[in-house]
T-cell receptor, first 113, second 113 residues
Framework: GQQLNQSPQSMFIQEGEDVSMNCTSS?????WLWYKQDPGEGPVLLIA?????ELTSNGRLTAQFGITRKDSFLNISASIPSDVGIYFC?????????????FGKGITLSVRP | NAGVMQNPRHLVRRRGQEARLRCSPM?????VYWYRQLPEEGLKFMVY????????ESGMPKERFSAEFPKEGPSILRIQQVVRGDSAAYFC???????????FGSGTRLTVV
């Protein structure tokens, strides 16, 4: 089945630094999404990308949908302590909405004050 | 404006018992999804339902697991004769029709002892 690869498993940065996370797949996805999960909670949608090459921002977050439709990246600029959490990429294969998502294993981000 | 409500938050069952997990979608959302998350793993799709219909159950184990979303009331994920390997966090999500990326609940943490 489809698999999304996220590495490394953990990242440690200093408060104020920028950080970039990558997500790759051997298969094409038609929609890419980035979620953040805090301990004991469900994932929260950060950014959704719908077209190859699309670059979208949400505050200090920027994400891009790769041209090949097999990858996406998420940038967080000027990190703050509340950015700590697990960041998941997710892909949606079906072109219609309301279909299943395939998730990566996530990257745990730690921010040192 | 309540989000996706899942209960219970924590559930402990002995091997062989039944587990019932409930999910009330956000108001106005007619599509419900169930995902399972093992420790340090991403979320794995289980089933997608609309009112009174199972749309996609390609991620559901063939035995012991069932899901429903009745005309009235919450969606239920039912696990019969639980085993230790069923211990995981189970997340429900909902979305309106035609929307990419859904809203997750806070999950039910099932522990089988």
């Amino acid at each position: 089945g489809q698999q999304l690869n996220q590495s490394p498993q953990s990242m440690f940065i200093q408060e104020g630094e920028d950080v970039s996370m990558n997500c790759t797949s051997s298969s094409i996805f038609n929609t890419w999404l980035w979620y953040k999960q805090d301990p004991g909670e469900g994932p929260v949608l950060l950014i959704a990308l719908y077209k190859a090459g699309e670059l979208t921002s949400n505050g200090r977050l920027t994400a891009q949908f790769g041209i090949t439709r097999k990858d996406s990246f998420l940038n967080i600029s000027a990190s703050i302590p509340s950015d700590v959490g697990i960041y998941f990429c997710a892909g949606q294969l079906d072109t219609g909405a309301n279909s299943k998502l395939t998730f990566g294993k996530g990257i745990t981000l730690s921010v040192r004050p | 404006n309540a989000g996706v409500m899942q209960n219970p938050r924590h559930l402990v069952r002995r091997r062989g018992q039944e587990a019932r997990l409930r999910c009330s979608p956000m108001k106005g959302h007619s599509h419900v999804y169930w995902y399972r998350q093992l420790p340090e793993e991403g979320l794995k799709f289980m089933v997608y339902l609309q009112k009174e219909n199972i749309i996609d159950e390609s991620g559901m184990p063939k035995e012991r697991f069932s899901a429903e979303f009745p005309k009235e009331g919450p969606s239920i994920l039912r696990i019969q004769q639980v085993v230790r390997g069923d211990s995981a966090a189970y997340f429900c999500a909902s979305s309106p029709k035609g929307f990419y990326g859904y809203t997750f609940g806070s999950g039910t943490r099932l522990t089988v002892v």
